[in-house]
Each structure stands twice: as C-alpha cells, then as structure tokens.
C-alpha cells in the first residue's frame, strides 16, 4: 500500500508569490491534515479536510487556505509569501475525521520544504 | 490551554548508550499519547501509542512508558544505532465533544554518535 505523497518536495519561492503544495493520501483514506513545521515551533496545525469539506483550522492567517478534491487529493496554498512561511509542510492523512483516535491514525507524508528568499 | 513540554531539547549519546527522552502534558480530557520518529527532512513515523490503561508499551528497541497520574511519559532506547539520529516527538490527543485534538511537542533531537 503506497504511503502519503507530497510534491514538490523541494520549493523556493520569494516574498509576495503564491505557492501550491499538493497532498494524495493513502489509499482509502478520506481526511488529510496540513501542518507547518518549523524549528522553533515544532508542528503547528493548519487545518483538516474530510470528504471535501474543512473540518478544523489551526490559528493561521487567511493567506493560507486549502482544499480536498473528491478523490481526497488535497492542496494547500499560501498566498502573498512571506519570509517566515520558510517552513517544512507536512500533510497526514487517516480514514475518518479528526486522527486522534488510536483506531484513526494519522500518515505522515515526507513534507514540501518551502524556502521564501 | 492544552501543553506539551519534551526534554532535553537535543541530546548526544555514544553508538550502543541507552538513553531516555521525557514528555510531560497538561492534555485533558485525555485520550492517547503517540511518539513519532523523524528523520531529518521526512514525516514523522509512528513509535508508540498508548491509552490511559497502559503504561508501557514496546517496539523493538523503543519502549514507552506512560504515567497518567503523573501526565508523564518517556521514551528509553537501548543499545541506540546511528540509525536512531533523529527528532523524536510527543503528540498527546484530547478528546472533545464528538472529536479529538491532537497537541504536539517540540521535539527532542537525538544524535548517535560513532
């Protein structure tokens, strides 16, 4: 069973650009969670897709926003760039809604490094 | 305000050393408690998940222990390999009303050395 994928896996970008990453979950699973990883934050959510719809979203600004296609491929795009978006963008996918439960487990993809010159 | 704290920051060990990584939480109401693996530049990897009714659990070389009276959790690796150098991380789930959140730690950052 493949696992979670990312592309690209490599980004730079400078300030004011936009920037699409792309998610395709395992097989079967229907929810895909997005998370900024940085070194003094750690991760940080984003938010959370399930069967098209945004379920949760974490304390980011609206520069950042998402969505799940009906295959439950999910992108996530940052608009009007920033330096402080330099950041690994890691998504995880799990069957249902919400990941938290030990019978729901999140997989992680290997992330998209953004660099913002 | 949900809270995970993990120490040391980072750590250096002698390849074959054992050594023991800590996790505390101010997580309620309390669900599970997870560690991940990452490599640098990868995903986080799936150690260990542990309920309220365990307090500890294995896998392989990794074991994970869980006090949840104390909301406290380490994780001790034996005889560590090269391999094991990487950032390991705490993630404790909550679970709400009709859902769950998941709160992350920062991270420790182990590195084997030969």
């Known amino acids: 069973k493949a696992g979670v994928t990312q592309t690209p896996r490599y980004l730079i970008k400078t300030r004011g650009q936009q920037v699409t990453l792309s998610c395709s979950p395992i097989s079967g699973h229907r929810s895909v969670s997005w998370y900024q990883q940085t070194p003094g934050q750690g991760l940080q959510f984003l938010f959370e897709?399930?069967?098209?719809?945004?379920?949760n979203k974490g304390n980011f600004p609206g520069r950042f926003s998402g969505r799940q296609f009906s295959n439950s491929r999910s992108e996530m795009n940052v608009s009007t760039l920033e330096l402080g978006d330099s950041a690994l963008y890691l998504c995880a996918s799990s069957l249902l809604a919400g990941g938290g439960d030990i019978y729901n487990e999140q997989f992680f993809g290997p992330g998209t490094r953004l660099t913002v010159l | 305000k949900n809270q995970v704290e993990q120490s040391p920051q980072s750590l250096i060990i002698l390849e074959g050393k054992n050594c023991t990584l800590q996790c505390n939480y101010t997580v309620s109401p309390f669900s599970n408690l997870r560690w991940y693996k990452q490599d640098t530049g990868r995903g986080p990897v799936s150690l260990t998940i542990m309920t309220f009714s365990e307090n500890t659990k294995s896998n392989g070389r990794y074991t994970a222990t869980l006090d949840a009276d104390t909301k406290q959790s380490s994780l001790h690796i034996t005889a560590s390999q090269l391999s094991d150098s990487a950032s390991y991380i705490c993630?404790?789930?909550?679970?709400?009303?009709?859902?769950?959140?998941?709160?992350f730690g920062k991270g420790t950052k182990l590195s084997v050395i030969p």
């Open positions: 993630v404790v789930s909550a679970r709400g009303a009709g859902s769950y959140q998941l709160t």
């Open positions: 897709y399930f069967s098209e719809t945004q379920r």
